[in-house]
């Protein structure tokens, strides 16, 4: 369902946002929503060293090699958009995109 081709199809767009927002309706949804919270604190997890550093240190500080493998697992994890909805505003996808980044936000 996620694809970085140059477009997508409607039905993939559907399928896709509503994969993501059912699990919040089952009896697991804390375990989803806990999922999804623990991916994106990895996710941020070396810019947040790098603030804490240069707030308590000297700015040569840089982000250990795990922390930034951590990181882009937790990337790889978020899926991508099509090439037409990077370059168009206004896109059924980005819409879709964003009633699912919504409604997970509520969950959390």
Same mark, same amino acid.
């Given at each position: 369902m996620d694809s970085d081709d140059l477009d997508k199809s409607i039905p993939g767009i559907i399928a896709k946002n509503v994969a993501m927002i059912a699990p919040m309706f089952t009896p697991a949804s804390g375990l989803y929503m806990g999922a999804m919270i623990g991916k994106e604190?990895? +996710?941020a997890l070396p810019m947040m060293y790098e603030v804490a550093t240069n707030l308590l240190g000297p700015d040569s500080v840089s982000t250990p090699k795990?922390?930034?493998?951590l990181a882009a +697992?937790?990337?790889s994890l978020t899926s991508g958009n099509s090439v037409y909805?990077?370059?168009?505003?206004?896109?059924?996808?980005?819409?879709a995109n964003m009633i699912s980044d919504i409604a997970l936000q509520w969950g959390q």
């Open positions: 604190m990895v +996710r795990w922390m930034n493998n +697992r937790g990337e909805a990077s370059e168009h505003t206004f896109s059924f996808e980005n819409l």
